[in-house]
Structures are given as structure tokens and as C-alpha cells.
């Protein structure tokens, strides 16, 4: 449905660096480009063209071109900042542990359910939300196994292996191993471990903070170690037990001859580690401890060389090999003729296949219609014939939950894979599916009936964090963002129908900001970096070296021998400026208000106390214009309960975000930290007279 067009040979001449360098110095490309430009499109665009290149102006995204998938990328950001439309991610925030948790009626925090969202959401995070998703996650590492830490289950106490982490996690208590179905029998949370260990090391890569790469590369190494001990020498396959998989008790093992599971190979388990150990290597060179390097290089290699025996003929991901060479996921067999999905959108998305291999998942996928009956994908198609439970009851029935259900934190990664591959238009279904949850809020998950319905139907209004997975995915993929040592590499994947795009928003590259601008649809033949031309790219992708990337560097790309167009990003005021809806604020949050400014005045308005004051002030702005929204006849009301629920649930976020700051704050009375003890003053001051 997306059109491509080809501006002609004289303008890819024109728009190529060397062409342009040939008559003009870099200091005045700027200029002559913003000179030629009004003759150059008025020459080549026609006047149907000029009719269906409309312009999208939102709150996040501008662009012309395709303006449904434009909306769909300004919705899918504007989730994760407050808005007075749509549930947002600040809504999980708990002042429990000044982090985010799962939802309303999950009162921790999950490896499985967090991972599509955290790793697709990570490059445009900025604080307070870097604070509250590290804080979630130390309760993984803070409670992890060392070898006699001990975890009571079922009158055992069952000591948890060094380097373990966890299935979920609260101050004080955790679960090492899967805590649904028949936990006596599971192994430990193997794949959890990986993903865990994924998930931090992406982190700590996109902020390339040395304080914190010391803190945790330790206990990242540890769970290395802990997964590295399954390998088996022979094959290099990697052994996992029941339910020592990512995503529930969904993998029962191998079924020994008295019925009872042993252990089996587990491409997941695979998969997730290749794709830990790339970014764990990566923090090693950051590090500059180059023996780890190799040693995890090694085990990267050899873990890669064992993927042929877990792929079929078609290309394609088993689920899991036993050790007598059975095989389970080969879609169309007699037994254990199912497609297993996680594990293949997962090689895609991690890029732990290469692209011939990426392609051809994505073919066998598109050709089972059963996988993505709701435009969504569920976790296997058919249903499952070798979980340790029968599918007779409704949880464990085909389409509810780990056999064919829907989970959004596996979806961010499908779309992942879409955009790497250039599937533009599955990746539009699936927002478009998930978003007529969102108008409801209804961002439930798991969701029932192969992705059409709600885990929690009797529940006024429904969050889970998984549910924000494709949101951040739509905005990850456009860019893809592969960040090493030495640099941050940009593989854009902007569908053909936008011919201009803007983000309105900052990039993550350690302490420096990116803004990214696109022009035209093709291969890359063109970039400015705050208006100079950028040498080091293909058609494919843009790299930046970190020492050579500016501090705040406004990226324009050029597209198909487009020329590149000025850009200059929209960015909110140091200051906090309210909207005329809120005519009154109350004591709480003027107090915080006046912290915030007074830390601005410290010049210490990019710290994380500052962006939370902000936060908490923003939050009761948006509470305030969704009422006046309202009121005004502007936002359809929701039916029932929900509509209260819903309106609720903006004041009762406003009033943690002002407890949790409030309670963080407090915390730096005695402390003997430099920063804390100024940033404690500051807030004495603030008080009301």
C-alpha cells in the first residue's frame, strides 16, 4: 500500500556528500541546501504528489506521508510521558521500592513480562523512569542466588544457585524458579537469568555510566557463569529443565520413560544467551578488561555453533531438541507438530539470526495463519502436546495463556523483528489491535482468546507493564539503536509512505542526546550532523562513534538520494510551565513545584530529584486537562465503573509520584553523599512558610 519514489539520478547527485563537496565547502552546505531546496522540490514533485504529501504534526512525531502510522507513532510515545488520553507508564510506579511494578494487581516485578518492554523502551527512557526501571531491577540482583542464600518451598529449604536470578521479585521476597503450575518439579530459572542478564547489560550499554558498569558487571559475570554451567560439551546446547524457560511453565522438558521430566536443549535458552553474551562482551570492552572479553567471546562462538541442531530445514527455531534427539516445534509433524514463535521472533528481534535466516522465520510465520489470528502474535500455533499438564482446564487450554495465548511483552519483540525486516504493515495491525485496548484501559495481559480479550475482565480498568512492549517497539524499530563500546550504530527502518519524520524527543547515547530526522524512503545516501556532513554510513545504517558524537547532535538522514531538510527539535522548558487548566495547585505538589525550580537554579535540573518533581507536577497537569477534556466534550466516556476507575487512576499516580520523592528525599537526611546532602537542603528550603 506504501508508494516509493524515486526522485531521479540529478537529485541523488545533488543530495550525495561528495557531489556536494565538490562545489561547496562543509561550512556552507547548511546554507545551500536550505537555498536550493524550495527550486529543487518544486521541480521534481507534481502536483498529485504535492496533493497526497500531507503534513502530521503531534506532540512527539511530525512528518508527511502517511499520516495513520504517524498517529500511531505520537500515541505509542505519548504512552510513555503523561497524557491526559491514554494510560501511561508512570501509572506503575509504586513508591514501595521508588520503582515501577507489574500492575494494579501484580504486586512485583517480572524478568518474562518486563523484558519486551524494557529492552524496546530503553533508548528513549530519560529520569525519573531510568531510576524507577533500575530500582525495579535490583530487586532481581539485590536478592539473586550466591550459593546460600536459601529460598522455603514446599517445607524444603532449597539453596539458590550463585548467579540466579528470578522469576519475580519485591523488597524481600522473591521466586528463583517459575511460581506457576507444578513449582515443586521446575528447575531453576535458567532463561530468566538470561534475559535478566540482557535486559541490565543494555542498560548499563545505553547509559555507559562507569559507576554503575563497576556496581553490577560483577553479578552480571556471576549470571553468565551460572548459565555457561549448562552448556554440554558436546553439543554446545544448553540443558534446562521443566519450566526453565522465559515465559511460564510453558516447556515441561524431557519425558523420561516413568513419566517424570528431565532435562532437555532449549533453543530459547540458546538464543537469550547469545544474545546476553553480545552485550556482555560489549561492557567488557567498555570496561577494558579484554581477557573477559574473550573469555565471553568463546562462549558466544560455541554457543552459535550448536544453533544448526535446533534449526530446521525450513530455516526455523525448534523449541526444544531431547537428549534422544527428538525434536518438539516442527510445525506440520505428527507429534509435537507445532510452531514454537518466542524463540524465533526472539533470534529476529536480537538478530542472533542473520538476515537470509530472519527472512525465513519471517516467512514460515506469515504462513500460519493460526499464529496471528487478532493481527497479534500468540505463543504457539497449534496447541501444545507435550506440557506437563493436560489442556483440559481454561488456563491451560489452547489460546488462554502459556499454550496459544497473546503476552505484549512478546509482541514488542515481533515487532522488533517486523521493522528489522521491513514489515511495516504488520507492525501498524498490531498497535492498531493494541490500542483499542488502550482507548478502554484495558492494557491487560496476558490476553485470552489467541489476543482478543482481557485476563481480568472483572476489573473496572486493567495495567500491566508488558502491555507498553509494542508502543516502545513501534518507536525502538525505526531505528533499531545497536549500542557497543566503541559507538551507537542507527539501522533505520521508516516505512516508505512517511517521506518525513521527526522525533521530538531525545535518544539516549550514554550522557549525550540524539535527535533524528528522515527525508525521502530508500537506502541511506545522505547525513548531516548539526547541519555537517557525517562520512561514516552505508546505505543500511549510521554509525557514531562516541567520542566523535556531539553532545546534543541533531541527525538528519536522507533517504533514497532525497535531500536532507532543516530540523530543529521542539524541547519542553527548563522551567515548568503549567497549562491554564490548572487554575489551583495544591500544597503537596506547590512545595514540589518550588524544589524543582530551586534545583533548576542549582543547576541541577538533569538530576534525577529534579526530573521527579517534574514528573509529579506534570502528572496532576495532565489529571487536570483530562477532566477539563472531559467536561468539554473532548474524550469519549468510558462505560460503566471504568470511567471513575480510569479518572482515579490519574489522581492516585499523581499521589505517589509526590510520596515516593517525598519519601526518596527524606532518605538523604543523614546521608554523607555530597549531592544528596545539598539536594536534602534544598528541599528544607522548599517548605512553606
Known sequence: MFSHRDPGAAHRRLASEDALCGFVSRSLLPAVVAAILPWVTAALVTPAMARAAEDFEGRFYSGRGDLEYLRLLDVSRRMFSPDPEFQNVAMLYTPAWNGFVEGPTWGAWWIQNSYGPTYCALPMLEEPLITFLQNAQDLWFDQMGDGKRTWEHGGKQLVVPDGQLCDAAAPGWFIPKQGDGQVATHDWGIEFTAAGLLMQAELLLVGRDGHAIDRYLSRLRRSADFIESRRDPQNNLFLAGPAGNLLAPSYAGFQKADGTYGKAYLAGLSITYIAALDRLIELEKLAGDPDHVDRYTRRRDLARQGLP???????????????????????GAEKHGYFEAVANHDAVCFRVADDRQAERIYQKIASIPGLRPHDVVITNCPGLDDMYTPPTSWLWQYGTWVNGGHWSTCEARMVMGYYRLGKYDDARRSIEHLIKFARLFRMDNPLVEFGNRVYQPGEPINLCYDSFGPPAAMIRGLFEYLYGAEGLVLCPHVPPGITHLQQHFPIRF?????YLATTGSGPVTAVLVNGQPWKTFDERSITLPYDLTPQEAVIQIALGGAMPVPFEPRKPATALQLPPEVEQIDARVE?????????VSAAMADRYEAAHARLAVEYLAATRRRLRMLSDGKLARLSGPSQHAADESYSITTVKLCEGLEQTVASYRDSEDAHQKRVYAIWLESRPE
Do not use: M
Not at 512545595?591 to 534545583?599: D, K
Open 309 to 331: 541442531q535446533l534449526t530446521t530445514d525450513e530455516g526455523y527455531f525448534v523449541k526444544y531438541l531431547d537428549p534422544d534427539g527428538t525434536r518438539h516445534g516442527v510445525y
Open 510 to 514: 550514554g550522557r549525550k542526546r540524539l
Open 591 to 599: 512545595r514540589i513545584r518550588r524544589f524543582h525550580q530551586a534545583l
